[in-house]
């Protein structure tokens, strides 16, 4: 589903990205974990053209999404992203939130976004919230609303960058709960999380990130309980 080879980023003169590769197979939860600084956020925004890449090849789902041409829009229905800070829109109820994009990109009918805003919020659990507002939610409950809201344009990708970290710790939970289920799903998922719980739990893959490559990759059990890198050992001793 997605393929990365020889990914660079540079900011100005900063090499932030400094040769990424990478495969996440259709259906698989891939865990990305690293310290602070170590390119993760710019990694998962390059996916999406969030960043613009300074060179290498990025494929998602046979599209060349290097390429001069490449379809942002098409690329963004296809690639879903949740944010550390839920970032819904404030003057829009919670129904509005989800359905605001299918409706725009003619999708669906606004009744067709309607229903189907209605499912996803049940399936996440706030659907008594559509007709309230982002400010009347709990952290927990806003986050769920941004992932229902990612859902709404039926992607085939999901990317998650620390979706957690902004939650008071009570709230974490119910927001992993919504991940797991969906991984649980099928959903081709990349995480970047400080939840080393749920990378073990979940994640197919663990990739580790330093210095802007990615220098150890495995399952949980490989990185967390038999890690061969230095540098991860190092993190390790420091999360866990
Ligand atoms: P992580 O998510 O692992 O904490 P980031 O991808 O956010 O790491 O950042 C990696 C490096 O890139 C950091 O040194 C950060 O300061 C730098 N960086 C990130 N975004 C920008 C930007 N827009 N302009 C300049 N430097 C940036
Ligand atoms: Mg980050």
Redesign the pocket.
Known sequence: MINVKELHKY??S?E?LKGINCHIEKGECVCII??????????LRCLNLLETPTKGDINIDGINIMEKGCDVDELRRKVGMVFQHFNLFPHLSILDNVTLAPIRHKMMTPDEAKKKAMELLNRVGVGDKAGSYPVQLSGGQKQRVAIARSLALSPDVMLFDEPTSALDPEMVGEVLEVMKQLAKEGMTMAV?THEMGFAREVADRVLF?DGGVILEEGTPEQIFDHPREDRTKEFLSKVL
């Open positions: 900011f100005g900063l932030v690293g310290a602070s600084g170590s390119g993760k956020s710019t990694f970047v990130m």
